[in-house]
């Protein structure tokens, strides 16, 4: 394994580990789903299992775990994995929320 397969694949474990780690407000999923504030919230109401949003009631808020986002993670990885070559690849990695 060569330096730079060493650094992608700390990159890809770092992306993972970040995505599985932590919750996200309804705003940094509304961001990262690319939808408005309210449709996250109808979907944490909605019924159909399809588009539902698993959340957590806090306080005024939602605790949204990332965990069910991988997928979409890994996806936004993926496209921006070219991106990431050309800009980041001896910089610190970007947080994808």
């Known amino acids: 394994m060569n ?3 060493m650094i992608e694949a700390n990159y890809i474990a770092l992306v993972l580990f970040d995505a599985t780690n932590v919750c996200m407000s309804v705003a940094e999923c509304a961001e990262f ?3 408005h504030e309210k449709t996250v919230k109808n979907r944490i109401y909605t019924k159909d299992k399809t588009k539902k949003i698993e959340a ?3 306080g005024k808020g939602y605790s949204i775990p990332k965990a069910q986002f991988i997928k979409e993670i890994v996806e936004k990885f993926k496209k921006d994995e070219g991106e990431w070559y050309n ?3 001896l910089g610190k990695p ?3 929320f």
Request: hydrophobic share 25%.
């Open 3 to 5: 330096k730079y397969e």
């Open 33 to 35: 789903l690319g939808v």
């Open 87 to 89: 800009t980041k690849l």
């Open 56 to 58: 957590k009631r806090y």
């Open 94 to 96: 970007e947080r994808l």
